[in-house]
T-cell receptor, first 113, second 112 residues
């Protein structure tokens, strides 16, 4: 079992839709949770960064962390064609592997006009 | 403010050859991490450099080695290339080893 599981999609939605992206994980030591956006053949771009459980909102993006269920989500409201990309969840712990990020395989999202 | 830069952008090598990839961190950052991203997969951690030393390492063989220079820039070296080493190699920099990681555009390595 991989430490971070993410449905690769692809996910295709119309412009203006609400998008829900999810990851599950097995390591209860994970404390920091991130979402990255990666356009084709580019490096990942940090979108959201949260610590422990709870919600964080930034514009059209909301990140949720449920540590009891080992489940994290990213919601995108009023989705735009420019949101079309691969979304990667990532996480890390506070222990000896503090600097190491564990990634899901990414969900490919297409928003059509 | 320049972000993370990597060179070269693309590289084609044959099996058995050696390759060196380079990374310059974001201004003010002192830590560099390297990741390998195979097609359709998430990035996999190779190793991290802080204060010119390898601080931690992922599950990669010794063919993968690195270096960090006093100006915090870094190199990734891969010896005895295999077909399976074909991937996008990403460099990420951060302020100390626990900080938020910002990624460069990557170097796409193709091994024939």
């Amino acid at each position: 079992q991989k430490e971070v599981e993410q449905d690769p999609g692809p996910l295709s939605v119309p412009e203006g839709a609400i998008v829900s992206l999810n990851c599950t994980y097995s390591n209860s030591a994970f404390q920091y949770f991130m979402w990255y956006r990666q356009y084709s053949r580019k490096g990942p771009e940090l979108l959201m960064y949260t610590y422990s459980s709870g919600n964080k909102e930034d514009g059209r993006f909301t990140a949720q962390v449920d540590k009891s269920s080992k489940y994290i989500s990213l919601f995108i409201r009023d989705s735009q064609p420019s949101d079309s990309a691969t979304y990667l969840c990532a996480m890390r712990d506070r222990g000896s592997t503090l600097g190491r990020l564990y990634f899901g395989r990414g969900t490919q999202l297409t928003v059509w006009p | 403010d320049a972000g993370v830069t990597q060179s070269p952008t693309h590289l084609i090598k044959t099996r058995g050859q050696q390759v060196t990839l380079r990374c310059s961190p974001k201004s003010g950052h002192d830590t560099v991490s390297w990741y390998q991203q195979a097609l359709g997969q998430g990035p996999q951690f190779i190793f991290q450099y802080y204060e010119e030393e390898e601080r931690q390492r992922g599950n990669f063989p010794d063919r993968f080695s690195g270096h960090q220079f006093p100006n915090y820039s870094s190199e990734l070296n891969v010896n005895a290339l295999l077909l399976g080493d074909s991937a996008l190699y990403l460099c990420a920099s951060s302020l100390n080893f626990g900080g938020e990681q910002f990624f460069g555009p990557g170097t796409r390595l193709t091994v024939l």
